[in-house]
């Protein structure tokens, strides 16, 4: 199936800085690309939808100012945390529409700690 | 109401056994319903989908009951394995030109399978 790798898989920052996503589409063209983010035990909620060539959608209650995403090719979409708090900690994953049949496949996630 | 509903939260099983995860969904105009597994520290991955014109779909071990008139779905594990143990999560979306869209996931459900 249609791959799409995430990186990083883990990073730890300092509380103020910021951190950016990398999703990128392997072996096929997304232009559009989701990201996620899910607390532990918990399910996934998607924070918004990123478009290839335009400003991404956000979900209610996400803040498009924090949460900073450029769609800037076919292949790339990465998520920018910007001046990161503890609160921000999480897994954030993304996913693609992909293959012949357009199923949704997920990156392998980046668990974000804040300090 | 876009809620997709999973029970139950936690399952245990012996080796050998059936394990079976139930959801509702209240949206009517949902079209397409994926089933996907976690395990930790990933990302999720697909591992079997419904659309509403059928009501079974089996893939190996794994078996989607539909009921469309009772907005439910289940996921069946036949002969469930230690490797099995994994979170899953349901979930449900509209598709649009042939892609998925963005996923409405249930809360999960944490499977252990013992030997």
């Known amino acids: 199936g249609a791959v799409v790798s995430q990186h990083p898989s883990w990073v730890i920052c300092k509380s103020g800085t910021s951190v950016k996503i990398e999703c990128r589409s392997l072996?096929?063209?997304?232009?559009?690309m989701f990201w996620y983010r899910q607390f532990p035990k918990q399910s996934l909620m998607l924070m918004a939808t990123s478009n290839e060539g335009s400003k991404a959608t956000y979900e209610q209650g996400v803040e498009k100012d924090k949460f900073l995403i450029n769609h800037a090719s076919l292949t790339l979409s990465t998520l920018t945390v910007t001046s990161a708090h503890p609160e921000d900690s999480s897994f954030y994953i993304c996913?693609?529409?992909?293959?012949?049949?357009?199923?949704?496949?997920f990156g392998s996630g980046t668990q974000l700690s804040v300090l | 109401q876009q809620q997709v509903k999973q029970s139950p939260q936690s399952l245990i099983v012996q080796k050998g056994g059936i394990s079976i995860i139930n959801c509702a969904y209240e949206?009517?105009?949902?079209?397409?319903f994926p089933w996907y597994q976690q395990f930790p520290g990933k990302g999720p991955a697909l591992l079997i989908a419904i659309r509403p014109d059928v009501s079974e779909k089996k893939e190996g071990r794994f078996t989607i009951s539909f009921n469309k008139s009772a907005k439910q779905f289940s996921l069946h594990i036949m002969d469930s394995q230690p490797g099995d143990s994994a979170t899953y999560f349901c979930a449900a979306s509209f598709s649009y030109g042939g892609s998925q869209g963005n996923l409405i996931f249930g809360k999960g459900t944490k499977l252990s399978v013992k030997p």
């Open positions: 072996d096929f063209q997304a232009t559009t």
């Open positions: 949206n009517t105009a949902f079209d397409y």
């Open positions: 996913s693609a529409p992909g293959g012949s049949n357009e199923k949704l496949f």
